[in-house]
Nanobody, 127 residues
Framework: QVQLLESGGGLVQVWGSLRLSCAASGRTFSSRVMGWFRQVPGKEREFVAAVTWIGRNTYYADYADSVKGRFTISGDNAKNTLWLQMDSLKPDDTAVYYC?????????????????WGQGIQVTVST
């Protein structure tokens, strides 16, 4: 089992920045992919960004089109930590953000590719 705990959410004004963190514990050595998803009421959970580990501290990053150029995902395998730097935030970025980890690393842009989920953290972008 892998436990994930998100932090860093909150309220920010439009065009502002926030940095989310995800601390992983447990069987973290089995996680080949870690990512961020977000969800608003009444909608499905959507992919935001992910890292696929290809080395000790080397990874490949994927981003949803809606956040490319504004969000940056990074991770430290040794510290079992994942971050999401969110810049130029827009009201449409308002959502509950979830950290996720997966053992297979085959499909990273859908929820089916992940085995473990955090509880989620609220991000609200105000105008």
């Amino acid at each position: 089992q892998v436990q994930l705990l998100e932090s860093g959410g909150g309220l920010v004004q439009v065009w502002g920045s926030l940095r989310l963190s995800c601390a992983a514990s447990g069987r973290t050595f089995s996680s080949r992919v870690m990512g961020w998803f977000r969800q608003v009421p009444g909608k499905e959970r959507e992919f935001v960004a992910a890292v696929t580990w290809i080395g000790r501290n080397t990874y490949y990053a994927d981003y949803a089109d809606s956040v490319k150029g504004r969000f940056t995902i990074s991770g430290d395998n040794a510290k079992n930590t994942l971050w999401l730097q969110m810049d130029s935030l827009k009201p449409d970025d308002t959502a509950v953000y979830y950290c996720a980890a997966g053992d297979r690393g085959i499909v990273v842009t859908t929820t089916a590719g992940y085995d473990y989920w955090g509880q989620g953290i609220q991000v609200t972008v105000s105008t």
